[in-house]
C-alpha cells in the first residue's frame, strides 16, 4: 500500500513525495482513512511510530486556507511543539495553509505576527495558548480539528485542566477531534470518554527495544554515584552520549560534574534552560559541537536525535515506559548502541519494573579496578575490564 492510496489530497502527497516516503508506517495505514472519513480517533503509539504524519497529512488534506486557525494541535512540550509545526509547514507548504507556533518561555512578538498573519494551523503548548486566549490573540470558533497528542505525557505535567479549559473553548459542533497517547491510564480513558464522540481506537503493538542495544546495569553505592559516572565515561569510547536524569537540578549538577573533569564539550537541556539555549544545544549535539547532552525526559520523548552511540541514566527511571523512550535514542536503524544505567540500593524496585516492561534480564556489570565502597548489589555484579582510551582524536563507540 502506497501513500496515493490513502485518499490524500494532490498538494499534500506531493510533499510526501518531496520527502522520499513510498510507504505509510502501520498507524498512518490505518489512522488517515478513518482522520479523512471524518471519524475521531484514539491512537494508541509511542513516538518513532510515524503518528505525527499519520495525523498532519489527512488533516491537511481536508481543508483550505481561510486565514483563521482550523487545525489545533497541543503538545506537552516546546521542544515537541517545535517538531511538529516544522512538519505541518513541511507537509503543508503546497496547500497554502499557513502554521503559527506557540509556546512558553519567549515573547509574544513573532507568535502575534504568525496568527496575524492568518494561521490555519496553530501547534501550541496548553499554558502559552491560554495566555493567548486571555489576551484575545486567539480565538477558536473556526477550530475544525483538534488534536491532542501525547496527552499521558500532559497529564503527567499536570496540564490536564487547561487542556479541559481549550476542549471546551473549542467548538463541540462539527468538531473532529484526534487523540494520541502511548498510555491509556484510567485518567486518561475518562478524559478520552469525555472530548471524544464516537471514537475508532487505533492501536500500534509497542514499541520494544531495539536488538542492537546491549543494556547493563552498574550497582554503586549511593555515594559513589558521581564518581562511578565519571570512570564510565572515562573508560567508554564514544562518539556522542546522552544522559538523563530525574530533574532539572540534577542535570545541571552532573553538567558541571563532567565540565570539571576537563569535557567542555557538553550540554545541559532541561525545561529551566531558556528556549533559544535549549534549541542550541540540542543542534550543537546533532552537529557534533557537544559530544555529552545531559538531560531530563523531556529530552526523551519525539526529539529526533539519530547517531547517540550511547544513553546513561544516572538513576533508574522511576517510570518503565521512560527507560524505553531514553534508551531509544540510541540504536536507532540497525545501528549499535550501549545503555548503562547507574544502579543503587534505592532502586531495586524500578530496576526489576524495567526487567518486566522490556521482557529482558539486564546484566549487571561491575568495572574492574574501580575503586567500589562495598554494597550487597556488587556481589552478583561481573567485572568489567577496563580499556584504554584510543590516544588522539575523537572517541569511537565501543
Given amino acids: 500500500m502506497g501513500f496515493d492510496t490513502l485518499g490524500l489530497s494532490a498538494p499534500v502527497l506531493e510533499a510526501v513525495k518531496e520527502s522520499g516516503y513510498d510507504n505509510p508506517t502501520p498507524i498512518q495505514a490505518q489512522a488517515i482513512p478513518l482522520i479523512l472519513a471524518g471519524k475521531d480517533v484514539i491512537g494508541a503509539s509511542q513516538t518513532g511510530t510515524g503518528k505525527t504524519a499519520a495525523f498532519a497529512l489527512p488533516s491537511l488534506s481536508k481543508l483550505s486556507p481561510i486565514g483563521r486557525p482550523q487545525i489545533l494541535v497541543l503538545e506537552p512540550t516546546r521542544e515537541l511543539a517545535h517538531q511538529v509545526a516544522e512538519q ?42 491560554v495566555d493567548h486566549f486571555y489576551r484575545a490573540t486567539m480565538r477558536f470558533n473556526d477550530v475544525k480539528i483538534l488534536i491532542l497528542d501525547e496527552v499521558d505525557r500532559m497529564l503527567d505535567m499536570g496540564f490536564l485542566p487547561q487542556v479541559r479549559k481549550i476542549v471546551n473553548l473549542c467548538p463541540w459542533e462539527g468538531r473532529q477531534t484526534l487523540f494520541f497517547s502511548a498510555t491509556m491510564p484510567p485518567a486518561i480513558q475518562t478524559f478520552a470518554q469525555w472530548c471524544l464522540h464516537e471514537p475508532v481506537s487505533v492501536e500500534i503493538a509497542r514499541r520494544a527495544v531495539a536488538s542492537t542495544v546491549t543494556h547493563a546495569f552498574y550497582p554503586v553505592s549511593m555515594d559513589q554515584r558521581d564518581e562511578l559516572l565519571l570512570a564510565l565515561l572515562d573508560q567508554t569510547e564514544y562518539h556522542s552520549v546522552m544522559i538523563f536524569t530525574r530533574t532539572r537540578k540534577e542535570a545541571d549538577q552532573v553538567c558541571a560534574l563532567i565540565k570539571r573533569e576537563g569535557q567542555e564539550k557538553v550540554a545541559a537541556m532541561h525545561s529551566d534552560i531558556g528556549q533559544v539555549d535549549r534549541m542550541k544545544a540540542l543542534a550543537g549535539f546533532k552537529s557534533g559541537e557537544f559530544e555529552v547532552l545531559v538531560a531530563t525526559d523531556v529530552a526523551a520523548r ?81 567485572a568489567r575490564p577496563i580499556r584504554k582510551k584510543p590516544q588522539g582524536g575523537k572517541k569511537k563507540r565501543r
Avoid: C, M, W
Avoid at 496547500?95 to 515573547?107: D, E, S, Y
Avoid at 552511540?309 to 538513576?315: D, E, L, P
Avoid at 561491575?366 to 561481573?382: C, G, M, Q, R, V
Fill in 88 to 129: 505541518f509547514e513541511h507537509y503543508g507548504k503546497h496547500t497554502g495553509l499557513k502554521v503559527a507556533l506557540l509556546f512558553g518561555g519567549v515573547g509574544f512578538g513573532e507568535q502575534l505576527k504568525a496568527l496575524e498573519a492568518g494561521a490555519d494551523v496553530v501547534v501550541a503548548t496548553p499554558g502559552r495558548l
Fill in 302 to 382: 519525539g526529539i529526533d536525535i539519530s547517531g547517540v552511540s550511547h544513553v546513561i541514566n544516572y538513576r533508574v527511571p522511576e517510570n518503565a515506559e521512560d527507560y524505553v523512550h531514553r534508551i531509544g535514542r540510541t540504536g536507532r536503524a540497525e545501528a549499535e548502541g550501549d545503555a548503562f544505567t547507574l544502579l543503587t540500593a534505592d532502586e531495586l524496585e524500578y530496576a526489576k519494573s524495567v526487567e518486566i516492561f522490556i521482557d529482558q534480564k539486564i546484566q549487571r556489570k561491575k568495572l574492574e579496578n574501580f575503586p567500589y565502597i562495598y554494597t550487597a548489589l556488587l556481589d552478583d555484579s561481573p
